[in-house]
């Protein structure tokens, strides 16, 4: 499990797995970035351009509490 913080806004999120790589969107500036966690860790995090965002089938790992009504995108 990882703690990213937003290189963007400084939010910080809490992230449920040890281990992922893919993108990863801030919930406050809706930012993305592409990261790298390892074994709990943040390794890499970085921004991605709308274009990209828009290739990228995001998988959101926001849980059903956090969800206003608007899209994912
Ligand atoms: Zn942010």
Redesign the pocket.
Known sequence: MANIT?P????QSYFSLAEYKGPFR?K??R?TFNIIIENGEVKSSQPVNQSEVDKLNIRTHEKAESHDGDTPL
């Open positions: 937003c963007k806004c400084g939010d801030c406050k500036c930012e």
